[in-house]
């Protein structure tokens, strides 16, 4: 009680004296609580194609912005993106990330909704819990102008979550494995996605906006290694943790490899097995979206975003005969870390969830480590039919992806491509070498 109180007390204050601006009277910050609550929107099957499409029951009314950090192309990108929301669509709102929104809100002349900063670095995770569950209340769309990176940001916003509203990404990183549009054509992109309606409409024609659902790791710590600011709050019951790439448990600056005991239940009703013990530099667990990124380094399959599974990839293992594996999605996989008395050193492992270090100030050992007899539980989510309140779906990421509107066929991309042109394009698959190449 006493911690609604406070923020309840700090909403006030700061809604009262934060201006920012004596000259432009309307750039302001907002408070997030003040929009109205988050419209579901729902995904349908088409008999076109595998995908799903976007259709909204009602016009989205917030939208959520995110760029990638220290760009200035994507800063500008950014505001650019607002000023056009802002004159086109007037009845949508604008959300930002508290650090964004200082830095953006002095170029802008309307306002954007965010949760004032705390007034104490000890009250940091807090502060990101209730952000997080704002976010989860009240986010239609989340648009992204960055790479690979700024859509995994995006996504771990709603890491708690079971349910992520959908993300359309504008290519603007170094990496563009994910992102689906190009941003010259931004306009005429965000207009299809925010008059995606059902085929029963009077208004609009049929949606052509689709969606591919990419599902996510559950990850489970029963004794939490030190918990960051991606976990719910700060009670004692473990919550898991949405992952759209991998999880990694590695050695980190340990001079000595891991040793890792990997056990598998296979299926809820199937008894647990323990596969091996892993003598490497660490274990990668992943999600097919996460079967191009740090696992293909490591010499992991690639596996098309559609294919329900998990993939355990070994870093650096000692044996040559230890290689990854491609397990269901349903699988349940302990990785439990093994002390000196089971042959490992007794260091630990260091814990990244989707390339974030785990770790908070006031929480286990604050290292982001996995002590000897600790382990983590890591199951894929399933991507089933759900309820109309869920959007007729449950699990997963939703990624709108190019269609057949018009978007699809000025970016010079066959319909469809994505996941091969990215191969193509950008992992140079199969890519020729040698004097023959021209």
Known sequence: ??????????????????????????????????????????????????????????????????????????????LEFAKHIHTTYPSLSII?????????????????????????PFN???????????????????VSFGGDGTILHASSLFSTSASVPPILSFSMGT???????????????????????????????????????????????????????????????????????????????????????????????????TLTTAISDGILLSTPTGSTAYSLSAGGSIIHPLVPCLLLTPICARSLSFRPLVLPETAEVRLRVEGREKGGRGGGAEVSVDGVRMGGEGNGDGKGLLRAGQEVIVKGEEVVRGSREEGGWKGGVPCLVEGSGSGAETSGRRVGDGWVGGLNGLLKFNYPFGDDVG
């Open 96 to 120: 930002c990330e508290p650090r964004l929104s200082e830095s953006i809100h002095d170029n802008l002349s309307f306002p954007i909704y965010t949760l004032p900063n705390p007034a104490s």
């Open 175 to 273: 990496l563009g494995f994910l992102t689906a549009f190009p941003w010259s054509n931004y306009a005429q992109v965000f207009d299809e996605a925010y008059k995606a309606r059902s085929s029963s409409s009077s208004t609009t024609a049929a949606s052509s906006t689709r969606v591919l659902l990419r599902p996510r790791l559950r990850v489970l710590f029963p004794e939490a290694p030190a918990r960051s600011a991606q976990q719910s709050d700060s009670t004692s019951t473990p919550h898991p943790i949405h992952a759209l790439n991998e999880l990694l448990l590695h050695r980190a600056s340990a001079p000595h490899l891991t040793h890792i005991t990997i056990t598998l239940r296979l299926t809820p009703s199937s008894p647990p097995q």
């Open 1 to 78: 009680m006493a911690r609604i109180g406070f923020w309840t007390s700090l909403r006030s204050s700061w809604g009262e004296k934060r201006t920012f601006s004596q000259t432009c009277r309307h750039c302001i910050l907002k408070d997030i609580s003040e929009l109205p609550n988050r419209t579901q929107p729902l995904y349908q099957e088409t008999k076109k194609h595998d995908l799903l499409t976007l259709e909204w029951p009602k016009p989205p009314r917030n939208i959520l912005l995110v760029k990638k950090d220290f760009s200035q192309p994507a800063t500008n990108a950014l």
């Open 124 to 142: 940091a995770i807090a502060h990101t819990s209730i952000l997080r569950k704002e976010l989860r209340a009240k986010t239609d769309l989340i």
